[in-house]
T-cell receptor, first 113, second 108 residues
Framework: DAGVIQSPRHEVTEMGQEVTLRCKPI?????LFWYRQTMMRGLELLIY????????DSGMPEDRFSAKMPNASFSTLKIQPSEPRDSAVYFC???????????FGQGTRLTVV | GQQVMQIPQYQHVQEGEDFTTYCNSS?????IQWYKQRPGGHPVFLIQ?????EVKKQKRLTFQFGEAKKNSSLHITATQTTDVGTYFC????????FGAGTRLTVKP
């Protein structure tokens, strides 16, 4: 298996633009997580899905952030409109069952100027 | 999952010295997972502990889960430059929330 695949790896965008981050979890995994990592706030859990259903989105910072999982092999995290403070590395991760090993993607480094 | 606290935030050691990072919770944990993130990389799973008092070893790394299941530690014996990175603990109980991590630097 190729592991968790995220795209793009790097994204530079102007403030106010829409940004869409993409994730393909490991086949067969039923949990999918989106994290944001910054020096100041560390690894923050934004939202997680179980069997494509959003379970807890309490970590989503604002209404500008939204996440979807239309099927078991694809998820998106959208920021609209983007702001400079959204600059961070965004990780997608997946696991098979709650409480098991979690596999992370390579991350998307987002820079909003 | 429960929020966990990690100390220290940073640790700088001379190559060959030992290193320990601690993870604490105010409540009983169902499990503890440890991850390592190399600079510029992504977190990679190291181990999971589930039993009270559990001790597991991976070469120079020793992981412990406290008797009350409220704390855990990761100990590295005789650090090497390849050990550089940030070590995170996390409690995975449907969701997974990470501690702040301990950033380890090793001077050759």
């Amino acid at each position: 298996d190729a592991g968790v695949i995220q795209s793009p790896r790097h994204e530079v965008t102007e403030m106010g633009q829409e940004v869409t981050l993409r994730c393909k979890p490991i086949s067969g995994h039923d949990y999918l997580f989106w994290y944001r990592q910054t020096m100041m706030r560390g690894l923050e859990l934004l939202i997680y899905f179980n069997n494509n259903v959003p379970i807890d989105d309490s970590g989503m910072p604002e209404d500008r952030f939204s996440a979807k999982m239309p099927n078991a092999s694809f998820s998106t995290l959208k920021i609209q409109p983007s702001e400079p403070r959204d600059s961070a590395v965004y990780f997608c991760a997946s696991s098979s069952g709650g409480g098991s090993k979690v596999f992370f993607g390579q991350g998307t480094r987002l820079t909003v100027v | 999952g429960q929020q966990v606290m990690q100390i220290p935030q940073y640790q700088h050691v001379q190559e060959g010295e030992d290193f320990t990072t601690y993870c604490n919770s105010s409540t009983t944990l169902s499990n503890i997972q440890w991850y390592k993130q190399r600079p510029g990389g992504h977190p990679v799973f190291l181990i999971q502990l589930v039993k009270s008092g559990e001790v597991k070893k991976q070469k120079r790394l020793t992981f412990q889960f406290g008797e009350a299941k409220k704390n855990s530690s990761l100990h590295i014996t005789a650090t090497q430059t390849t050990d550089v990175g940030t070590y995170f603990c996390a409690n995975y109980d449907n969701d997974m929330r990470f501690g702040a991590g301990t950033r380890l630097t090793v001077k050759p």
